[in-house]
């Protein structure tokens, strides 16, 4: 784990797949498939996967639990709660996170877990690793709600201006641009 931003990232976008957030777009991560995409897609590489390959329905309803807690540190109130509820995702893989020395000389974090620990007990490591550091680097300020007006979504600002208003740029962004754009265009015909 080069740094907290992987974690923070990817726990932004792990709780954004939830249909709270998405509505009436359902479920991102519907079956292993779209959770293996998921993976894939933050480039994770899993211990829990070494065998098996792909994550299984088991993985996948343990994964969306998880889901649930990542959202609860990423909605706190405090830093303080913040660092708790990381502090339990963390002690989830029974390992504690580690700092030392990369092959290049530069300081790298390792975030081992315990033999046999589950892929959902690895993300609530990774996650909870991101999750800390961000509270440290960045503050507890940039764990936000998503500004667009009808959406339930949460994230932490790993942006460099930090400057992010919406969980899901792409979507809720657009969504508010759109009606912006016509709520001109009908100010606009109004006046004619």
């Not at 293996?36 to 993985?59: E, Y």
Request: glycine letters at 12%.
């Amino acid at each position: 784990m080069a740094d907290h931003v992987a974690g923070a990232t990817f726990a932004s976008d792990l709780v954004n797949t939830s249909p709270t957030v998405r509505g009436g777009a359902g479920d991102a991560l519907p079956d292993p498939a779209a959770l293996a995409g998921l993976l894939a897609g933050h480039d994770l590489r899993l211990d829990a996967l070494a065998d098996k390959g792909v994550p299984t329905d088991d993985d996948l309803h343990a994964v969306r639990l998880l889901r649930r807690e990542v959202r609860g540190v990423v909605e706190t109130e405090t830093a303080e709660q913040a660092v708790a509820g990381s502090g339990v995702l963390v002690a989830r893989a029974g390992l504690a996170p580690v700092l030392d020395r990369a092959a290049d000389g530069g300081w790298q974090w390792y975030v081992p877990t315990a033999p046999g620990a589950s892929l959902a007990d690895e993300l609530a490591a990774f996650v909870a690793v991101g999750l800390f550091g961000a509270v440290r680097t960045l503050g507890h300020d940039r764990f936000r709600a998503c500004a667009g007006p009808d959406c339930r979504g949460v994230f932490v600002d790993t942006s460099r201006a930090g400057r992010r208003r919406y969980c899901l740029p792409d979507l809720c962004g657009n969504r508010i641009n759109v009606a912006n754009h016509r709520a001109r265009r009908q100010r606009v015909g109004v006046a004619r």
